[in-house]
Every structure is written in structure tokens, then in C-alpha cells.
């Protein structure tokens, strides 16, 4: 008996895994937030998630001044405290800082009194380091019910989610990733990328492949005539 059990919960991961990798969860939670601008013109938005790390985020702030691209970061209110001097570069290299919680906690039972708290705390330390006050968000993992996004909408913020995943955390090879994204990049696509985290936690990990897709994204994209642009550009133009 005992058997059977290791092996149901063993195949039960198994799937759970193949589900994170091969499915893109925000599918489900796209209504009423901007995942994708309807435009004509060949313009996308490049973000970066659960930063920032004192590994991954300079490297990335590095690749990114060389493409001359400025990018969307949903920056995790603890690590904005652990790593003042990292988020400190991102708003002085002229990056938009989002919202992306406090402590990466998903979202989706949070009442509308518990997000609120959850974003103005979030804000409030993003502010008193960076100066820059957040008017995006994005909730961990994509999960946020529609009551919850109202709740978001009246404070003032746009809740913004992603149109391609770059799915970067399970270190996919830096050209299968760019290869993935100019295989069905669309006018006014928003990338997803990370620049912290891995499979378990929003630490650590290896941005290797994140780092190397940079230079060769830029390049490819270009290539097919797509201009990188900031979410206010995309979202305003």
C-alpha cells in the first residue's frame, strides 16, 4: 500500500511539473488586466519578475543598457529591502518599477482589505528606496480573482500580466527561448522573464540563460521590426 501511495504522489508531481513547464496558468486570469495592446505597430514590452537579486539583476541591467532597451521590473518588496542598492540601479538606469507584492505570496484568496495592505506596504518600501511610486502590478503567479482585480483598479494601479512566457525559470536554452518568442511574437506583446527565483523559491535559481537571451532577443526581434518600448509608451500611444 504504502507503494502505491510514493508512486501516486510521485506521478501526481510529475504532472504538476509538466503543467508549470508546458501550460501558462495566466491564460485562465487575463480578463480585466493588459496582457497584450491592440496596435499596429510592431512594439513589445520586456519585464522581468521576483527581482531583485544581487546575482542576476545587474547582469541583466548590464545586457539591457547594451541592447538599449528599457524594461518593465516587478520588483518583491523583501528583496527591495535585502538589496536596496540593486533596486536603487534599476529606477536610476530608467527602468519602470512595478508592484509585484511584498513577499510573492499568492493572491488569490487575499480579501480586498488584505491586497490593498499587501500593495500599499509594497509601495511604500519600493518608494522610500527607489522614489518611484508604483502604478503597475502584477500578483505572483498570474492568480488574482475578479473582485481582487476591481479592488486594484480603484486604487489606482493597472494589473499587468504577460502575453509570452519566456518560462526562463526551468533554464531552457537561452535559443530555444528567443526562438520560442519570435515564433509567435504579436504586435503589442508582453515578454515575461525573471530575474530572481527558480522552481521553489523567489531566491537563488540560475539566470544564466535569461542573461545570454537578452542580446540575442534584441537582435532577432529587430530583425523582424519590432521596437522595444516601455508599458507607458505601449499603453499610451
Request: net charge positive; charged share 25%.
Amino acid at each position: 500500500m504504502l507503494l502505491w501511495i510514493v508512486l501516486a504522489l510521485l506521478a501526481l508531481f510529475i504532472c504538476a511539473g509538466a503543467f508549470c513547464v508546458f501550460f501558462d496558468q495566466a491564460i485562465l486570469t487575463r480578463r480585466g488586466t493588459i496582457y497584450r495592446v491592440k496596435t499596429d505597430k510592431k512594439r513589445v514590452v520586456l519585464t522581468f519578475d521576483d527581482g531583485p537579486s544581487p546575482d542576476w539583476t545587474p547582469k541583466i541591467l548590464d545586457e539591457l543598457k547594451k541592447a538599449n532597451i528599457k524594461a518593465l521590473f516587478f520588483m518583491v518588496g523583501y528583496h527591495v529591502q535585502k538589496y536596496p542598492e540593486i533596486a536603487k540601479r534599476v529606477a536610476d538606469e530608467g527602468h519602470t518599477i512595478g508592484n509585484h507584492g511584498y513577499a510573492h505570496s499568492v493572491m488569490l484568496y487575499y480579501t480586498p482589505a488584505e491586497i490593498e495592505e499587501e500593495i500599499k506596504y509594497t509601495e511604500h518600501v519600493i518608494r522610500g528606496i527607489t522614489g518611484v511610486t508604483t502604478k503597475y502590478f502584477r500578483p505572483p503567479k498570474a492568480w488574482l480573482r475578479k473582485k481582487i482585480k476591481q479592488k486594484v483598479k480603484s486604487m489606482g494601479y493597472e494589473t499587468v500580466l504577460w502575453s509570452l512566457n519566456s518560462k526562463d525559470w526551468v533554464s531552457f536554452n537561452h535559443k530555444l527561448i528567443v526562438k520560442y518568442i519570435s515564433k509567435n511574437i504579436k504586435n503589442g506583446d508582453i515578454l515575461l522573464f525573471h530575474d530572481s527565483g527558480h522552481v521553489t523559491s523567489t531566491e537563488g535559481g540560475n539566470r544564466t540563460q535569461t542573461v545570454k537571451s537578452i542580446s540575442l532577443l534584441a537582435r532577432t526581434l529587430r530583425e523582424k521590426g519590432f521596437e522595444f518600448v516601455t508599458i507607458e509608451e505601449l499603453i499610451n500611444e
